[in-house]
């Protein structure tokens, strides 16, 4: 639903001290899709974001509305809050906000999203941003937990260890079913021997993940979350939070989909070395915890966050009048690059040391090279 968008600008503009005809609208664009309900809203020279929440009510079992736990979280989490006195938190500030109209008023932290660079910059030109971006996800982490008690009411309401536990599942599950598919390439079935060293090795992984603490956090994590000024990335969207694994938030929020843009394609932000700052980051932060463990569940989240990809193209080109088929492949444009690229990422990226993860990535790289679907 829309509000008087009109009406909203006059509250802005008594707020700016401005006259309304000062100020600009313009929608914000991702790709060819534009957003219908956020805007860059101009006033004398100086940008912000003008946000309005669609949903007036609370969804499903929720307490508060996305408007009143976007907001409650941003002025929890951003530093101008005294009881936080520590600078360099990346989350843009509320300048104006109406509760009637489900509406905020943001800083502007960028013209540009991290998603929207990974397409048209290589990962090298990019590595100061990524550098950032892990420290500023890690500061947001712990900042998380430290305000993890006024944030309580405003968690999504779940029972989350039977929730992750049966999404995690999915996923290994999925991830499985897609390297029985992917033996296929070789022109038949996986060799019993290939499946029984994959089997123990997919129970060692599921075990780790399982028992892998989640930490607070939004629930909507991807890289066009994450807005870039300069070198300087702010996380934004926060309308929804509660518990996940930081190395599964980790892995969208530095992988770019490219969605909705004539030429997209999947890029990665992470390689062995960003994953090795973002665990000693993590370590120095998160009791209990090793790099060599925090490395591994990266690489285990990268696998499946890919194979999860991989299983979504097959099933949308086996399926293509289906309707969830077609609203991925609008999005994302030709399969066939994005199967190659995808297949490429499983196979080529080098993360961590575990053994496991260089197991699966060998596996694959070998069903891959027998296909000849080596293209990049």
């Known amino acids: 639903m829309h509000y008087d968008l009109p009406q909203i600008i006059e509250q802005i503009a008594v707020h700016l001290r401005v006259a309304p005809d000062q100020i600009e609208l313009a929608p914000i664009r991702h790709g060819t899709l534009e957003r219908n309900n956020v805007w860059r809203l101009t006033a004398m020279g100086q940008s912000y974001l003008l946000k309005q929440h669609l949903i007036p009510r609370p969804i499903g079992a929720a307490a508060f509305t996305p408007f009143q736990v976007e907001s409650s979280v941003l002025s929890t989490l951003h530093p101008d809050n005294p009881d936080l006195p520590e600078a360099g938190y990346y989350v843009p500030r509320i300048y104006w906000q109406s509760e009637s109209a489900l509406c905020l008023l943001l800083e502007w932290c960028g013209d540009t999203t991290l998603d929207a660079l990974a397409q048209d910059t290589s990962t090298e030109a990019l590595k100061p941003i990524t550098q ?8 947001l982490e712990d900042r998380f937990a430290k305000c993890a008690g006024d944030l309580m009411p405003y968690i999504y309401p779940l029972d989350y260890p039977e929730f992750l536990r049966r999404t995690l599942q999915s996923l290994l599950d999925r991830g499985r079913k897609t390297m029985d598919y992917l033996a296929w390439m070789t022109g038949g079935p996986m060799r019993a021997s290939q499946a029984a060293t994959i089997d123990q090795t997919w129970e060692r992984v599921s075990d780790r993940l399982h028992r892998a603490p989640p930490t607070l956090g939004c629930l909507d994590y991807n890289a066009r979350n994450v807005v870039v000024d300069g070198d300087t990335p702010t996380f934004i969207d926060f309308a929804s939070i509660g518990w996940d694994w930081g190395e599964r938030r980790l892995v969208q929020s530095l992988n770019s989909l490219g969605a909705h843009r004539l030429g997209g394609n999947f890029v990665t932000l992470l390689d062995r070395g960003v994953v090795g700052e973002y665990a000693r980051q993590v370590v120095s932060r998160r009791a209990g915890c090793s ?46 690059p994005r199967f190659q690229r995808a297949l490429n990422l499983l196979a080529d990226a080098n993360l961590s040391d575990d053994a496991d993860a260089t197991q699966i990535r060998e596996f694959i790289a070998e069903f891959r090279d027998a296909s000849g679907e080596n293209g990049s």
């Open 132 to 139: 950032n971006a892990v420290r500023a996800f890690c500061q």
């Open 291 to 336: 790099e060599t463990e925090i490395a591994a569940q990266g690489d285990y989240h990268h696998l499946l966050f890919y194979l999860s990809i991989v299983y979504r193209l097959m099933q949308a080109t086996a399926q293509p009048e289906d309707d969830e088929s077609k609203s991925l492949l609008k999005a994302w444009g030709d399969a066939k």
